[in-house]
């Protein structure tokens, strides 16, 4: 079952205890988080988050990694985090708070535990 918690930052969301729960909030705000990729890391760049340049764009790579459930697309979501500016409102952002719940919760993909 997945806890409500309440944020500090005044999101109500799902915190993600296992990998399928994790998979199905990318999933169920999946608008959400193409959006603050779209808007923080560039989705036509033909390179990886390493630098590596890649045989598609990044938002082909990126849906690609969706698909297949690969747990790299959580490097794109911290990615996301770090490029955003430290700044007042940003967690008021549609989704943020979810990306913010994926990134520190990504330990749960962890196929050995």
Not at 29 to 57: A, C
Not at 80 to 96: R, Y
């Amino acid at each position: 079952m997945i806890k409500k918690m309440e944020k500090t930052m005044g999101y109500k969301g799902n915190w993600p205890e296992t990998k399928d729960e994790w998979w199905d909030l990318v999933d169920e705000h999946w608008v959400d988080l193409l959006s603050l990729m779209h808007r923080f890391i560039g989705m036509d760049d033909f390179e990886n988050l390493d630098g590596k340049i890649t045989q598609y764009p990044r938002a082909v790579e990126i849906e690609k990694m969706k698909a297949d459930r690969d747990s790299r697309l959580v490097s794109y979501l911290n990615g996301v985090w770090n490029n955003a500016p430290d700044v007042a409102g940003l967690s008021e952002i549609i989704g943020w708070g979810l990306l913010c719940d994926l990134c520190s919760e990504e330990y749960v993909l962890d196929e050995s535990e």
